[in-house]
């Protein structure tokens, strides 16, 4: 087969063609078989390799299930939290208000930001946009949570207070919803938003009645995973909610909350079974709620791609 | 037009709150970077002074006899952890992106690859709560004495093992927090790849693995690269797994891979209480310049990773 032989005339060809020398044909398996040899040890490390992150996984879930799940009693729901003991009334209503409220801040500014950023997506100011919500992603959580606690907690002296907290979190959330929203909206085809304004609709119509109502499934997922984050997080709230064993006394300043994230870092701390078994409670609780939040917000994603 | 302008003014928010953050923080620290200076990022020791000392003046700012803030400890701890977290995650994600790319049946691999996405949604303090109850007992008591025994002879994995807490658990479970996004981007990726370029691969005789190997995985090279880049923003900035098994050394570099170690965004909450004792409000001040720090870093790999991702082709990198 080597170039020599192919030039050297059509008989010659021939006869290199059909004589391999058996010195050649044993060096071919061998070459063939160390090469089937790597490959398959490559695709057993890869298989290892995600045995591996699947191993640790299940690990983490198993263990949340079945020590959440058997501390998992009426208590948990029923009562308030008393020292380290008692239930997580408490900690479950801060986080479902953090979380709430955080959002009904940061929805309506993250989709304007995002729908700015799609609808004029030329200027310089959606080009700011997009930037600077690509360097808050990348603002460490804790460094927001310093900042609320500087600034609201300490400055304007709100204290450890739900205010704080939703302000805090909701900056966290603005990019995520802006990214999604923007994502969401550059999908929705161009010409149906051109034959509303052919037709003499003015920008806001077309924003109201064509882009945001298209791409509603979108936005609503980056809604929902921007509400997990926030059900999720724990380091920027440690020093803007602070704790509290009480239900909430209806103040949004001046008055701490407590929340499901702090129970896990700190009762697994607490050298006592009972608190032990509430951070597990907890854990429990927040992972189930982050993970159904996670697939319900897919679901919808992958509704409306099967709806086309 | 008015339509336009009520959005922008909704619109700036996000921008205006960036920009409060870190003009605020600056503003906040400025009196710590007089007082610090270089020294901040050279030193190895925070200490707050006499608490119970009359505060004296030193370069226009008032501070405890015997304060010195030196956050190099930190700076090794924070990079040191991210590296190794790197040396797992990388090759396992890698591994695990081209075993769901290319060996799963179609089917499976959905599910498979909406399990992998889901993990990436688990909140970190639940990694932090797995590796305190879990991997901590796990290292410290066989892990580690089977590590010492086996590489002792390399310096850096030379006892004492310590107790679990430490530099090597922070970068395993920092290492599994990043694996997830690794993995779902780089799996993307290959499977965005041509068919052509398979077909190719095995007119010539390739494998599959060296197709795969040889060809695909060059392709996405890039977005592998960017990918990595984003996942080491995320593990520097990851605060409450680590504060969970890091052990929180205060004030010495990590003299081996089972020693204690804090990372700046752990050290930000585990110091906040005791910083408050300070009355000349400087240690706080000082912990703001740490923020800011973090900051600085976290924000410039998350740039440097998005330009490289963008750049080869990835217009929306996963957030």
Not at chain 1, 218 to 230: E, K, Q
Not at chain 2, 5 to 19: D, E, K, N, Q, Y
Request: proline residues 5%; contains cysteine.
């Amino acid at each position: 087969m080597s170039s020599p032989t192919m030039n050297s005339g059509a008989a010659m060809t021939a006869n290199a063609m059909t004589t391999i020398s058996p010195r050649d044909a044993a060096a071919r398996i061998a070459r063939m078989r160390r090469r089937q040899l790597r490959s398959r040890t490559g695709w057993a490390l890869c298989g290892i390799a995600f045995g591996l992150l699947g191993l640790a996984m299940s690990w983490i879930l198993l263990m949340v299930m079945v020590r959440g799940i058997s501390a998992l009693t009426p208590t948990v729901f029923l009562e308030v939290t008393q020292g380290t003991g008692g239930g997580l009334l408490n900690a479950i209503e801060g986080t479902l208000l953090i979380g709430v409220g955080s959002m009904l801040l940061a929805v309506p500014f993250g989709i304007a930001a995002g729908l700015y950023a799609a609808q004029f997506s030329h200027t310089l100011f959606a080009r700011v946009i997009r930037f600077m919500a690509d360097v808050l992603v990348g603002v460490p959580s804790i460094v927001l949570g310093y900042f609320g606690y500087v600034t609201m907690v300490e400055w304007l002296g709100w204290n450890f207070s739900l205010a704080a907290a939703c302000i805090t979190v909701a900056i966290l959330c603005l990019p995520y919803i802006c990214r999604t929203t923007e994502l969401a909206l550059s999908q929705v085809p161009a010409a149906m938003q051109e034959a509303a304004y052919a037709l003499g609709a003015g920008e806001g119509r077309v924003a109201w009645k064509i882009s945001l109502p298209v791409a509603m499934p979108g936005i609503l997922t980056g809604v929902l995973l921007a509400f997990a984050i926030s059900v999720g997080e724990t380091a920027p709230l440690i020093y803007t909610a602070g704790w509290s064993s009480y239900l909430w006394s209806g103040q949004i300043v001046r008055s701490p909350v407590g929340y499901l994230t702090y129970a896990i870092w700190a009762f697994i701390n607490e050298p006592f079974a009972a608190a032990n078994a509430l951070a597990y409670a907890a854990a429990f609780l927040v992972t189930f709620i982050v993970l159904a939040i996670s697939i319900g917000a897919r679901l919808v994603l992958l509704k409306r791609q099967g709806a086309r | 037009m008015n339509f336009r302008r009520t959005l922008i003014g909704f619109a700036s928010v996000l921008p205006a709150s960036l920009i409060a953050v870190i003009l605020f923080l600056a503003i906040y620290y400025w009196p710590a970077v007089k007082f610090n200076g270089l020294e901040f990022i050279v030193g190895t020791s925070w200490n707050l002074g006499n608490t119970y000392g009359t505060p004296i003046m030193r370069n226009g700012v008032a501070m405890l006899p015997g304060a010195h803030y030196g956050i190099l400890f930190l700076i090794a701890g924070t990079l040191l952890s991210t590296l190794i977290a790197l040396l797992i995650a990388v090759p396992v994600g890698v591994g695990a992106a081209i075993f769901l790319a290319e060996a799963v049946p179609g089917r499976l691999r959905l599910w498979l690859s909406f399990l992998v996405e889901l993990l990436a949604a688990v909140p970190s303090v639940v990694f932090g709560l797995w590796g305190y109850a879990v991997l901590i007992p796990l290292m410290g008591h066989t892990v580690f004495p089977i590590m010492q025994r086996l590489l002792g002879f390399i310096p850096f994995f030379a006892g004492p093992t310590g107790s679990g807490y430490g530099l090597l658990t922070a970068g395993v479970v920092l290492a599994l927090m990043i694996v997830p996004l690794i993995a779902a981007t780089l799996r993307d990726a290959i499977l965005a790849e041509p068919m052509v370029v398979r077909e190719s691969a095995a007119a010539l005789g390739a494998t599959r693995f060296e197709t795969v190997w040889q060809v695909v995985l060059p392709g996405v090279r890039k977005i592998l690269i960017g990918v990595t880049i984003l996942a080491t923003g995320r593990a520097l900035g990851e605060t409450m797994a680590v504060l969970m098994v890091s052990g929180n050394a205060l004030n010495y570099l990590p003299p081996n891979i089972y020693s204690p170690i804090s990372t700046m965004a752990a050290f930000i909450v585990s110091q906040l209480d005791s910083a408050l004792q300070d009355p000349t409000g400087l240690a706080v001040r000082s912990l703001a310049e740490v923020a800011l720090v973090l900051s600085v870093i976290s924000v410039g790999v998350n740039t440097i990773a998005r330009l490289v991702l963008y750049r080869a082709g990835l217009k929306e990198a996963r957030l």
